[in-house]
Nanobody, 115 residues
Framework: VQLQASGGGLAQAGGSLRLSCAAS????????IGWYRQAPGKQRELVAA???????NYADSVKGRFTISRDNAKNMVYLQMNSLKPEDTGVYYC??????????WGQGTQVTVSS
């Protein structure tokens, strides 16, 4: 599967962005889809994940502000980001899991939050 992330850009602190991850084929076969981010000089970290039963989990730093969702009919996964903070700045990637680890990655979309 090929994944393409989009929707990044420049936002002010307190603002919102919605990221989209488009898959080249059905995402039903992937048990989990995750959004990761990599800030400058830092390791890539898992921000949010959604499983095939629509259960979700979030990094503590984004709980209550970010929402991950999936549309199996459109082969899309979304990340709604509200109340953005400068520390949310980074390149955001979507990833499709097989078993318990990412097996495919999107190309990343830059999110920059200004204070």
């Amino acid at each position: 599967v090929q994944l393409q992330a989009s929707g990044g850009g420049l936002a002010q602190a307190g603002g919102s962005l919605r990221l989209s991850c488009a898959a080249s084929r059905s995402i039903r076969g992937f048990p989990t889809i995750g959004w990761y981010r990599q800030a400058p000089g830092k390791q890539r970290e898992l921000v949010a994940a959604i499983r095939s039963d629509d259960s979700t989990n979030y990094a503590d730093s984004v709980k209550g502000r970010f929402t991950i969702s999936r549309d199996n009919a459109k082969n899309m996964v979304y990340l709604q980001m509200n109340s953005l903070k400068p520390e949310d700045t980074g390149v955001y990637y979507c990833a499709a899991y097989l078993r318990s680890a990412p097996a495919a990655w999107g190309q990343g979309t830059q999110v920059t939050v200004s204070s």
